[in-house]
């Protein structure tokens, strides 16, 4: 008999949540994924420091990120003049 056990610790409740319904889960699979949390639950941070820090190297990650459109219009202007020499 499978269990209906949904419980799952506290630092993972809202991630739970989340994935079943966006997820569209059902029963089992529901279950089975509150039982996997349960399993590997040190797997998980529990808080932003959970995931460590390094005071030994100071740095900045610069927010701007390249322009997906722009990349994917090179790449079109690049292929199509492949394909005018290759033709």
């Known amino acids: 008999m499978e269990s209906t056990d949904l ?9 739970f949540d989340k994935s079943v319904t ?3 889960l059902a029963p089992s699979q529901q279950c089975s994924l509150a039982a996997l949390m349960r399993r ?8 932003p420091m959970d995931l460590g820090y390094c005071i030994v190297l100071e740095h900045d990650i610069d927010p701007v990120t390249p322009n997906r459109s722009d990349s994917l219009h090179v790449a079109h202007l690049s292929l199509l003049g492949r394909r005018k020499k290759i033709f």
């Open 7 to 15: 419980t799952v610790p506290p630092h993972l409740q809202y991630l």
């Open 22 to 24: 966006q997820g569209d």
């Open 40 to 47: 590997h639950s040190d797997a998980f941070a529990t808080g």
